[in-house]
């Protein structure tokens, strides 16, 4: 008998007398529910249908072969995979009656944007999206407010959440919103999402435990955003190897603060062609924001490559609830970046007389800029604007081309390299009402008739070593 014929045949008499593989799971064909892969059918009831069976009889996987599934809300189930075929398409519907208002127990201030989705799960275990297709969520097709443009995936107080080796395209809304989950990991997936405003790449929103990597986004607003809507923190979250591009900021944390973030590490990730920032930390609605690692950033053609905000927003994530203190901002630390391409702003640290960021490091830093500035420019007094909406530009050409740190208490930069695409008259450099300094090989251009590369105002217990110029 030949060889490969033999084992075949050993193989299948092992599996009949061994019985069903262990782990395997049951397959359910949303075609055998009624679902038809043309694109043009309603298929809602199918999909559900098969989700509903699969859930019923213990979880497994909801297939969805070959061809295009037209759907409206399907709302996953415990215990079970959405699993789309590399050849399929799971397309939203771009009628709005086919997305139900789905309100959700758990409050956060979200409840002021959208009540639907084209995926939704509520208070769920074991759940995924795999498979390799797209979810298309024809964006395009939605006008107007909040309320009237779905979120492509919504997972609400969910656990053990999986989405891995997707693609999601042309969301009306964020594309992805995670809120108070715990356990949740986001991988492999693709991001192509420039159809609508809002069109948030991934938000992390109140959670715990998660671990994002590996995906490549480019979207209409924020590329992966940490958000705290409630009183919950978002805490114990990682992102590596992503690459970003966005209309807007690529890696964020806020705007929207009040749980706030604890113990959050960013890093080796590539970022292009982002008009804001870069990296955008911000506390501007009461909450602490503490143990923060951004690391291994390569960034071109961004507005800012580094941006942190402790302003005063105050906003409550409830309409009932009062508004909240001014929030905590500390230990953070940002290394090796290297940003070209930046614009003429300038990077802002920028915390509130009244309460300063503590204990914030960038170390081995590259960043080049535009450059072009005057001395009026280096000049000009910067407002405070301790209540505005937070943003990279939000305090205008800044009086210096590099860094310009105030409010903050334990400051250090160490080996910061400081480039210009022109010639400026700015400062490399502005600290302003800052304790507990230490700048250590700061370099940067010095061109003719420029003021000096670091100003001083209000300064305390400030250590300068190595400084070039």
């Known amino acids: 008998m030949n060889k490969v014929k033999y084992g075949i045949l050993t193989g299948l008499i092992w599996m009949f007398a061994m019985g069903p593989v262990l782990g395997a799971e049951t397959v359910y064909d949303v075609r ?109 097709s939605f006008k107007g407010p909040y309320l009237v443009r779905p979120y492509t995936i919504r997972f609400i107080q969910c656990r053990n959440v999986t989405v891995k080796d997707i693609t999601l395209k042309n969301s009306p809304m964020w594309m992805q919103h995670y809120l108070a989950c715990d356990d949740v990991r986001i991988s492999g997936v693709t991001v192509r999402s420039v159809v609508n405003a ?165 170390s081995n830093i590259r960043l080049s800029f535009a450059g072009g500035g005057t001395k009026a420019d280096a000049d000009r007094a910067v407002p405070e604007k301790p209540d505005a909406y937070p943003e990279y530009s939000m305090f205008g050409k800044l009086p210096t081309y590099g860094l310009y740190c105030r409010h903050v208490k334990g400051l250090k930069l160490l080996n910061v390299q400081l480039q210009l695409a022109k010639a400026d008259q700015r400062h490399g450099l502005v600290i302003e009402d800052v304790e507990d300094a230490m700048i250590d090989n700061l370099t940067g251009p010095y061109p003719p008739g420029a003021d000096s590369t670091i100003r001083l105002t209000n300064v305390k217990e400030v250590i300068i070593r190595g400084k070039d110029n």
């Open 198 to 362: 809002n069109n948030d790449g991934i938000n992390i929103d109140s959670c715990e435990r998660v671990i994002i990597s590996d995906c490549n986004i480019r979207s209409g607003d924020d590329a992966i955003v940490l958000k705290s809507t409630s009183a919950r923190v978002c805490r114990n979250v990682t992102v590596s190897n992503c690459v970003l591009s966005t209309r807007c900021n690529a890696l964020k944390m806020g705007t929207e603060s009040n749980g706030g973030f604890e113990n959050i590490v960013m890093t080796g990730c590539s970022i292009y062609d982002t008009p804001l920032a870069g990296v955008a930390l911000e506390i501007v609605d009461g909450g602490t924001m503490d143990r923060v690692v951004v690391s291994n950033i390569t960034m071109n053609k961004v507005g800012a490559p580094i941006f942190v905000r402790l302003g005063n927003r105050a906003r409550p994530f409830r309409k009932d609830m009062a508004r909240p203190g001014i929030g905590i901002m500390r230990n953070i630390t940002i290394s090796n970046i290297e940003a070209t391409g930046a614009n003429a702003t300038g990077c802002a640290i920028a915390g509130l007389p009244q309460a300063m960021i503590e204990n914030i490091t960038l």
């Open 32 to 140: 055998d529910f009624g679902a038809k892969a043309d694109g043009k059918t309603l298929c809602t009831k199918s999909i559900q249908r098969a989700i509903d069976q699969c859930a019923k009889e213990g979880g497994g996987t909801v297939y969805l072969g070959r061809g295009t599934f037209l759907s409206g809300t399907i709302y996953m189930k415990s215990g079970v995979t959405l699993k789309l075929d590399r050849a399929c398409t799971l397309l939203g519907s771009k009628n709005l009656k086919d997305y139900p208002q789905t309100v959700p127990a758990f409050r956060s201030y979200t409840d002021n944007y959208t009540n639907k989705s084209l995926i939704y799960g509520e208070k769920l275990e074991r759940i995924a999206i795999t498979g390799g297709g797209i979810i298309d969520g024809q964006g395009a």
